[in-house]
């Protein structure tokens, strides 16, 4: 079993490509944000070090689970606060992540595990996948596909392209590069030919 991560900036259309290889036979796909929303559920440890760390903070629902627009509001506010919540919440998923990568190969029924995820070089996934993919798509693009599809302004935009790496060290920590500029179609071609290239199919 080859294990990669995908990763690429805000609006690059990950989406799509990940649907498509999780269609794939004998490849499984993880989602690094799906993983800390179940994380960060009552019951977990990482809910209780939450709760701890953020006592004083109104971002509850009334069951007792994180408000998550509140736990937003803070947290992107407050850069200290974002730090710890994420000095939390990353090593949680990592460790989450790990034991699913030793689960699938003592199975032996993969050929491929695929972890998606925003902060995967930030967060040095370089150490645990065999190789990392950067799904690149130009910046004006990403722009246009924010604002027309979420409905984001164009500050609001460019504040979270500033808080992301550049194109130049995404490639520079990538060994394939998927260019989403194109069609739909073309993209799912490069991504067939990556696959054959690698041999996971």
Request: with cysteine; proline share 2%.
């Amino acid at each position: 079993m080859r294990f990669i991560g995908i990763t690429g900036g805000v609006g690059a259309g990950k989406s799509a490509i990940l649907s498509y290889l999780g269609t794939k036979p004998k490849v499984k796909v993880m989602l690094a944000d799906e993983i800390a929303h179940d994380l960060m559920e009552p019951g977990t440890g990482c809910f209780e070090k939450l709760k701890m760390q953020f006592a004083d903070e109104d971002i509850y629902r009334p069951d007792g689970a994180f408000d998550r627009e509140k736990l937003a509001a803070v947290i992107f506010s407050d850069e200290k606060k974002r730090k710890e919540m994420n000095g939390i919440v990353h090593p949680a998923v990592r460790e989450y992540v790990l034991l699913q990568k030793e689960k699938e190969q003592k199975k032996g029924e993969l050929s491929l595990l695929v972890l998606e995820a925003a902060l995967l070089i930030e967060e040095h996934y370089d150490e645990i996948c065999d190789e990392l993919w950067y799904i690149y798509t130009s910046r004006e693009n990403r722009k246009a596909r924010l604002m027309e599809s979420r409905g984001y302004s164009a500050n609001r935009v460019e504040k979270m392209f500033a808080s992301q790496l550049s194109e130049e060290e995404y490639k520079s920590h990538c060994s394939v590069v998927i260019d989403n500029n194109g069609s739909l179609e073309d993209t799912l071609a490069q991504i067939d030919e990556a696959l054959r290239r690698e041999a996971y199919e």
